[in-house]
């Protein structure tokens, strides 16, 4: 029997619901992988920083090479379609060159301040696209603001154990808490 | 107007293939996230993914992960094929013209 035009109609909400429903799910799947990659990339980096400073910048530049390759492959193996190294590539090349630019401005700057800029520059962005499309990421976007900022005005004495945990491990879990959705 | 398939127009089924239309071809969902997404009991989940698969509509595999068992369901290209004729069937009702026609038979 042909539906009503109600009926219809209802059909093709539930399936508008369930397919916002499953991309959100598929969203976080494949966000919590790369939050969990960063989280680890902070949390090294920033312990690395503090146990060996003379070499943080080589450091860095070593782990953020091997975070971009696992991510790319993590990002090819979420399904993300076609393009997605490039545009991967692009969106780190993006974030590397404000964090040039705003040293370039600002300079000179101490190793605490360097430290500041990408991690607020990321909480700024998780809550822009939490408020545009999934809220959970303006709540990763603020504690991870809260945090880091909190550790630089209040915890200076004890600031790269703390960035280690309130940048890498904010991260990672906020990665476990988007599995969990 | 044709009417729309008998075996997706039915509540927990339309959201099963709902879901797994979203996925890209190949691309498989774990039965434990499909329940999520669909919001069912296993019981319910496993009876309409039976339906569903005994229609060709998808395409259900079980392995292991380690120890765990793990069920994972993919889309069938039939299924998908069925889906976007369902998807057509139901914007053909709510057409103008179908309404037109529709009042037409009232008068």
């Known amino acids: ?181 | 107007m044709q009417t729309p398939d008998e075996i997706i127009h039915q509540p927990v089924r339309l959201k099963i293939m709902a879901a797994l239309n979203t996925l890209q071809s190949g691309q498989w969902l774990e039965f434990v996230a499909l329940r999520a997404i669909v919001q069912a009991t296993d019981g319910n989940l496993g009876a309409h993914l039976g339906t569903l698969e005994s229609a060709g509509y998808v395409v259900v595999k079980k392995d292991f992960v380690g120890r765990k068992p793990r069920t994972r369901i993919c889309l069938s290209r039939l299924g998908r094929e069925a889906f976007s004729r369902y998807v057509s069937t139901l914007q053909a009702i709510l057409a103008p013209g179908s309404l037109g026609a529709e009042d037409a038979d009232d008068g």
């Open chain 1, 1 to 181: 029997m042909l539906p009503t035009a109600e009926e219809a109609a209802q059909a093709l909400r539930d399936i508008d619901l369930i397919s916002h429903r499953a991309a959100g799910f598929q969203d976080y799947r494949a966000e919590s992988g790369q939050l969990i990659l960063w989280g680890l990339f902070y949390l090294v980096g920033f312990t690395l920083t503090f146990c060996f400073p003379a070499q943080a910048l080589a450091l860095w530049g070593v782990l953020l090479v091997g975070a971009v390759a696992i991510g790319i492959r993590l990002a090819m193996n979420s399904g993300a379609g076609g393009g997605i190294a490039l545009r991967y590539l692009g969106l780190i090349t993006t974030m590397v060159a404000f964090v040039v630019a705003v040293h370039v401005v600002f300079w000179p700057v101490s190793g605490e301040q360097s430290a500041m800029i990408a991690p607020v520059f990321v909480s700024a962005l998780y809550i822009l696209r939490g408020i545009q499309l999934r809220p959970r990421y303006t709540v990763i976007g603020l504690v991870l603001g809260t945090l880091c900022l909190g550790g630089y005005l209040f915890l200076l004495p004890v600031f790269w154990p703390w960035m280690a945990m309130a940048c890498g491990g904010t991260l990672i879990l906020a990665g476990l808490w988007l599995r969990s959705h």
